[in-house]
């Protein structure tokens, strides 16, 4: 779906946002993803297995954390343009905490390609 498509449905809901303001939040969300882009883009396993600077976390907990968050955003966004109500995580908080302890264990995802 085509950002303006998504602004329009939004408004159907209710939502307002300025023609004026579109532009630079979009602007702002490519740009934050740029800059993750480059920070991780590079990351190996056993870069991904380091500690974090989140206590008890390493960076493959945060990776994964940062996607499963976005997929739960896309998901209940969805929803709510078909005026239902979703789960923000597959399996609730448990599934959130599964799915996140289970990315940072060494060992391989099926389906990824192999890294460094």
């Known amino acids: 779906m085509e950002f303006i ?3 329009d449905r939004w408004q159907t809901l209710g939502v307002e946002l ?6 630079p939040l ?3 969300g490519v740009a934050a993803h740029r800059r993750l882009w ?5 990351l190996t396993r056993t870069d991904c297995r380091a500690p974090s600077l ?5 960076r493959g907990h945060v990776l994964t954390h940062l996607a499963r968050n976005a997929g739960s955003q896309r998901r209940m966004l969805t929803a709510a343009m078909r005026s239902e109500n979703a789960e923000q995580y597959q399996g609730g908080n448990t599934g959130r905490a ?9 060992a391989p995802v099926p389906g990824l390609r ?3």
Request: aromatic share 6%; proline share 6%; net charge negative.
């Open 54 to 58: 989140l206590r008890g976390w390493n």
């Open 38 to 42: 480059v920070a991780v883009r590079d």
């Open 98 to 106: 599964g799915q996140i302890e289970q990315a940072g264990r060494p």
């Open 18 to 23: 300025a023609e004026d303001d579109r532009a």
């Open 5 to 7: 498509d998504l602004v």
């Open 26 to 28: 979009m602007a702002a």
């Open 114 to 116: 192999p890294w460094g």
